[in-house]
């Protein structure tokens, strides 16, 4: 085979990683249920301490979502399967956000019919997903900030999510 043969013939095995094939394209799944199975069980392990003064919880909770967005944009900025990377940290951010709204609920008269753990998750998903049902709502003036914070967040975040997917899908259409 001469030398400007083997220059126009691709290599015979993808690169792994390469535009989803390979190895790596079949263990996403995988890593998907790992990381949502890893982010519940921190979400549940996490103690909430119920005597922390309220603006305690608030700064926790601010910052939580700071580190959050911090860590996207760092995530973002690498290249590497940003929509893989985003899918993760959506999971990391529902649950930081869930817990503020738990730890927020744990002040008399913020939330109506948040009381567990699960029903913050629960909200949260839902406000996410702007479906609103009315079952849990804020009634107090830190539970409804908080919420406008996390709606703000979540537009932001869908907007990254938003943008890394269809330049995926560009970047395939192209080559």
């Known amino acids: 085979m001469s030398s400007e043969q083997s220059e126009t013939q691709p290599p015979s095995h993808p690169r792994r990683g ?3 094939r390979g190895l790596t394209s079949s263990i996403r799944p ?9 982010v519940t069980a921190t979400y549940y ?24 967005g911090a860590v996207i ?11 893989g990377r985003l899918f993760l940290l959506l999971m990391v951010a529902v649950a930081v956000i869930a817990l503020s709204f ?4 744990m002040i008399p008269g913020q939330f109506e019919g948040l009381e567990t753990r699960t029903d913050a998750l629960y909200f949260t998903v ?3 997903a702007t479906i609103g049902y009315g079952d849990i709502h804020p009634v107090g ?3 409804r ?3 406008v914070v996390a709606m703000g967040f979540h537009v932001v975040f869908l907007t990254f999510l938003v943008s890394a997917i269809s330049r995926r899908i560009g970047e395939r259409l192209q080559g």
């Open 18 to 20: 390469s535009h989803g």
């Open 30 to 38: 995988v890593r998907a249920v790992i990381g949502l199975l890893a």
């Open 45 to 68: 392990a996490i103690p909430l301490d119920p005597d922390r003064d309220l603006v305690g919880r608030i700064i926790a909770s601010l910052l939580g979502l700071a580190v959050v």
């Open 73 to 83: 944009i760092r995530h973002l900025r690498r290249g590497d399967d940003p929509v």
């Open 102 to 105: 738990h730890a927020v609920s």
């Open 126 to 128: 839902v406000t996410l």
């Open 141 to 143: 003036q830190t539970a």
């Open 145 to 147: 900030a908080l919420v």
